[in-house]
Nanobody, 127 residues
Framework: QVQLVESGGGSVQAGGSLRLSCVVSGDDYSSQFMAWFRQVPGKEREGVAA????????PYAHTVKGRFTISQDNTKHTVYLQMNSLKPEDTAMYYCAARSSNGLLFKMLDRDFYNYWGQGTQVTVSS
């Protein structure tokens, strides 16, 4: 069993930055795939960034590549999403996700790939 708790959301003006944090507890943290997703009302949850340290992989959605960076601190069991040059279209509820078993690497930004989810943290970017 894995528990995920997000924090760091808030309101910011366009061009600003935020850093989201996701504290992971429960299962073997080091063996997990981790990811950030986002969702706006009426739309599907979309993968933003993922990380699989064992494979050295960090795929990003094309809409955030070059602006967002996913990282993790194993000593703190925490995954981060650094978001720079924020745009109004980045406004969404952001969710942390985890998968503790093996999986197909090309699915790392697919919602169905993950079996553990946090409660979400709201990010609002104003123009």
């Amino acid at each position: 069993q894995v528990q995920l708790v997000e924090s760091g959301g808030g309101s910011v003006q366009a061009g600003g930055s935020l850093r989201l944090s996701c504290v992971v507890s429960g299962d073997d943290y080091s063996s997990q795939f981790m990811a950030w997703f986002r969702q706006v009302p009426g739309k599907e949850r979309e993968g933003v960034a993922a990380i699989y340290p064992s494979g050295g992989l960090t795929p990003y959605a094309h809409t955030v590549k070059g602006r967002f960076t996913i990282s993790q601190d194993n000593t703190k069991h925490t995954v981060y999403l650094q978001m720079n040059s924020l745009k109004p279209e980045d406004t969404a509820m952001y969710y942390c996700a985890a998968r503790s078993s093996n999986g197909l690497l090309f699915k790392m930004l697919d919602r169905d790939f993950y079996n553990y989810w946090g409660q979400g943290t709201q990010v609002t970017v104003s123009s």
